[in-house]
Nanobody, 114 residues
Framework: QVQLVESGGDLVQAGGSLKLSCAVSGLIRGAAISMGWYRQAPGKEREWVASIRRGGTTDYADSVKGRFTISNNTKNTLILQMDSLKSEDTGVYYC????????WGPGTQVTVSS
């Protein structure tokens, strides 16, 4: 059974930093084509934030480019380093494997106070 568990969400002031982690278990070796982060703000649809493909290529939404960094390690942990946080970054952040029809974690709350 595939499981994704996020951690690291918190309340932080604008301009601050947070590091989100996602522990992934139960995946068959090589099954993850891409891993990524999405977020959902109150009253808004879930939006893509960043992703990393099997070969290591990374992509970012324009709204976070230059401030967020996605990475993973050999222990099946996905990381999202978030710097220079803004109030509009507030939301529930979800870890994802293989896109919207793939696997999801339950989410972790990030709140950025202005």
């Amino acid at each position: 059974q595939v499981q994704l568990v996020e951690s690291g969400g918190d309340l932080v002031q604008a301009g601050g930093s947070l590091k989100l982690s996602c522990a992934v278990s139960g995946l068959i070796r090589g099954a993850a084509i891409s891993m990524g982060w999405y977020r959902q703000a109150p009253g808004k649809e879930r939006e893509w934030v960043a992703s990393i493909r099997r070969g290591g290529t990374t992509d970012y939404a324009d709204s976070v480019k230059g401030r967020f960094t996605i990475s993973n390690n050999t222990k099946n942990t996905l990381i999202l380093q978030m710097d220079s946080l803004k109030s509009e970054d507030t939301g529930v952040y979800y870890c994802n494997v293989n896109g919207r029809r793939g696997y999801w974690g339950p989410g972790t709350q990030v709140t950025v106070s202005s």
